[in-house]
């Protein structure tokens, strides 16, 4: 992970600018580590990664950059390069507490705790860890879908094992990190964090978990991945996370009526019956599972224990979780058919987008990215108005795909077109969706391109 060739130029200066700053603060002697990790733009299979189906992404050439110093304090002490997120100080301790939800640096106690339980495991004293100082400068989109998030989550987690002199193999710390966000209390899977630590250079990362695996796949020169933000906030904290963790919940569920019906009791994510099963077989699947379960069941989870023959405490125990990160389910009913449906259609859809892209056929591969748009839209009810609007926009500026890309509820549409035309699409956006907002749009949307993955170096003395 000390991988120069990572940094580009701009990010280079970036962090020694930085560690100007930082080294005000810790003196002339002090050893300052870099650490830069990027966002993600997932190219098609939403949704899946929290049942261990895969997923495409690419690492985006878009990072949040850290630069830090150990201290003896026991603390560590994060400011953000943008004032509009206030400093923070929290005590390396064996469960480090959240700050209040939706704080910023609640990524870095994430990463933190994420080291601290890892290396714990392996025999390590909480006390043995140093603290710090360190300075944030994200240029990741917040809250738009891109995984900014686990780009500040990352950075820190590289920040924090360059303090401490640790590190991890890459694919050990993908997996360590997998469930950062279940610190926030989002019920994530580990795409955002693999794609940004693995990332590689016009490369598109096939991901598959369970174990953690992944499969660089070369971008064909004449593709261009377009990216634009409907500028709806998708706001992890909020709605989006509530949403998120019912779909969490509608996708086990679903897995247990699979796996009740078709003698997998052990099931508990999609991902189990598909292996059990040895492969996946949508159409089949969903048959079943439509045989199985009404298409809403209510949220008290009474239907479903009817169905799996078990009782309803265990079962809402099992799904929801304990103590202060319990999933709260409002009381709409659970719509468990139509998301299997989805997950399923979709990781099929991945596997044969690895295929297309690997062939270098452009067009299948935009048009399983509008398949998968429709699906996320209609079974899993996480499109918006707005993000079919750019999604509209995109193809008809010539786009040979276009789809929500992230969780949804907000945040960014991503197309897929051929280089040439990628002028063509952002224009065609440009008139039939930011023109009608009044506001400044120009950064909203770019073309990104596959980019490398997280990295950390020690910065010589200046
Ligand atoms: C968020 C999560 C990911 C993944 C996507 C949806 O980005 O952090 O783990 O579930 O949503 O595909």
Not at 15 to 33: E, S, Y
Not at 367 to 391: G, I, K, P, Q, Y
Request: hydrophobic share 45%; proline share 4%; net charge neutral.
């Amino acid at each position: 992970m000390t991988n120069g060739n990572a940094w580009d130029a701009d990010e280079l200066v970036r962090a020694a600018r930085l560690a100007r700053d930082l080294r005000a603060q810790v003196g002339a002697d002090a050893r300052i580590f870099a650490a830069r990790a990027p966002g993600r733009v997932n190219l098609i299979g939403e949704h899946t990664d929290y049942s261990s189906l895969p997923v495409l992404p690419v690492a985006i050439d878009r990072a949040t950059i850290i630069v830090a110093a150990a201290n003896m304090s026991g603390e560590l002490f994060v400011r953000n390069a943008d004032p509009a997120w206030p400093a923070r100080t929290f005590r390396i301790e064996r469960h480090i507490p959240p700050f209040e939800t939706g704080d910023w640096a609640n990524y870095v106690k994430a990463a933190v705790q994420g080291l601290i339980d890892h290396f714990a495991a392996r025999g390590a004293s909480v006390s043995q860890f140093r603290g710090g100082a360190a300075i944030v400068d994200g240029r990741v989109p917040v809250a738009a879908g891109l995984s900014s998030s686990a780009a500040l989550t990352i950075a820190a987690a590289l920040s924090f094992m360059a303090l401490n002199s640790l590190t991890l193999p890459p694919l050990e710390a993908a997996q360590m990190a997998a469930r950062s966000e279940w610190y926030v209390g989002t019920r994530a899977g580990g795409m955002d964090q693999a794609a940004s630590l693995l990332g590689r250079r016009d490369h598109a990362l096939f991901i598959e978990f369970d174990p953690l695996r992944v499969r660089p796949v070369k971008m064909p020169p004449e593709a261009a991945i377009v990216v634009a933000d409907s500028l709806e906030v998708a706001d992890k904290s909020g709605r989006v996370r509530s949403e998120y963790n019912r779909r969490v919940v509608e996708c086990s569920l679903a897995a247990r009526i699979l796996g009740h019906a078709l003698g997998f009791d052990n099931a508990r994510i999609l991902g189990d019956i598909v292996r059990s099963a040895g492969r996946i077989d949508a159409a089949s699947l969903e048959r079943t599972l439509a045989e199985n379960s009404p298409a809403e069941l209510a949220t008290d989870l009474n239907d479903a224990a009817r169905i799996l023959g078990g009782d309803r405490e265990t079962l809402a125990r099992d799904l929801l979780g304990e103590g202060p990160h319990r999933i709260i389910l409002d009381a709409r009913p659970l719509k468990v058919p139509a998301r299997a449906r989805h997950v399923l259609g979709e990781s099929e859809r991945v596997l044969r987008a690895v295929d297309a892209l690997e062939a270098g056929r452009l067009d299948e591969l935009g048009l399983l990215m509008n398949a998968s748009h429709a699906s996320l839209a209609t079974d899993f009810e996480c499109s918006t108005a707005r993000l079919d609007a750019l999604v509209e926009a995109a193809r008809r500026g010539g786009a040979l795909g276009a789809r929500l890309t992230g969780a949804g509820f907000g945040g960014s549409i991503v197309a897929l077109c051929r280089a040439d035309d990628a002028a063509r699409v952002i224009a065609q956006i440009d008139r039939d969706y930011y023109a009608k907002l009044d506001r400044q749009t120009q950064h909203a949307r770019a073309v990104l391109h596959a980019g490398p993955g997280a990295d950390v170096i020690e910065l010589a003395a200046a």
